[in-house]
């Protein structure tokens, strides 16, 4: 069983002041790096329960992973040569990203790195026009001025028993599921890329906008968006492992791109 390992942030060493070192992503140790799925979990820039979190990924057994708590708000993109990891995973709301981390960010998904974008991540990188485009969606977190337009800041409500419905049962992430209940948090008044977009997932909840879950391309890589996951409520729900653990896979390339199976169909998944 591949086990997880934990990303130790590399201080800079200081020079009259000045952070002069180079930034370069986290790594696997040897024995992590010989099979499974390889995954950078990004955090920072927004509290959560940690270790019941990442209790998430530890149960999936082919995937390992590292977190990369940022402190510099993206110095993960700084430099990727050499770059390890098959997926990211956003998981953090930070908000700054220089234009060379925002060159290097798109470069991996140019390559064909997957990118899995979690709950907050949609309100990260504000300033950065490009990160809509690339997870499909944006969380406005103060009044904004686009083309013209005023358009007012986005709106949560934490602790709402919330009814998931699943839109496309035979998309591989979602393959086999059916509706579900999930205790989370709502978000509305969100940007939602109608057109790029392929929603798998929804919500009747009246403090959400209905699009709570969709996959869309970037460049060469599969990009996935799933609202869900705000707090332990989420995280030990058996769907919402299930949905993290088959975009992971997805995003990977390891399950095909489209899937087709009979929708009277529903499979056993594990943990429900």
């Not at 140790?29 to 950078?40: D, F, Q």
Request: with cysteine.
């Amino acid at each position: 069983m591949l086990r997880p390992i934990s990303f130790v942030v590399l201080v800079c060493f200081c020079l009259g002041g000045m952070c002069s070192c180079r930034q370069a992503a986290p790594r696997l140790a040897p024995g992590e790096a010989a099979g499974g799925i390889k995954v950078v979990v990004v955090t920072g820039g927004h509290e959560f329960e940690h270790d019941p979190f990442f209790a998430v990924f530890d149960g999936f057994e082919d995937v390992a992973y590292v977190e990369a708590a940022q402190k510099d708000h993206s110095e993960i993109f700084e430099d990727i040569d050499d770059w390890p990891f098959d997926v990211i995973v956003l998981y953090n709301m930070t908000q700054n990203i220089s234009p060379q981390r925002q060159e290097n960010f798109r470069r991996l998904l140019d390559r064909g790195v997957g990118l899995l974008a979690l709950h907050h991540s949609l309100a990260a990188y504000p300033d950065w026009d490009e990160y809509r485009n690339i997870i499909g969606g944006k969380y406005y977190t103060k009044t904004t001025q686009k083309d013209g337009q005023t358009i007012p800041m986005s709106e949560f409500q934490h602790d709402l028993d919330m009814t998931i419905h699943v839109e496309d049962t035979q998309h591989p992430i979602t393959i086999g599921m059916s509706d579900f209940f999930l205790h989370d948090e709502a978000y509305s008044g969100y940007w939602y890329d109608q057109k790029g977009n392929h929603l798998i997932l929804s919500t009747n909840t009246a403090e959400n906008d209905q699009t709570i879950g969709w996959i869309r391309k970037y460049g060469k890589a599969r990009v996935c968006y799933l609202q869900l996951g705000h707090d332990s409520q989420a995280y030990q729900n058996g769907n919402f492992r299930w949905l993290v653990r088959q975009a992971v896979r997805w995003c990977a390339k390891q399950l095909p791109e489209t899937e087709t199976i009979d929708t009277g169909q529903l499979l056993k998944l594990p943990g429900l």
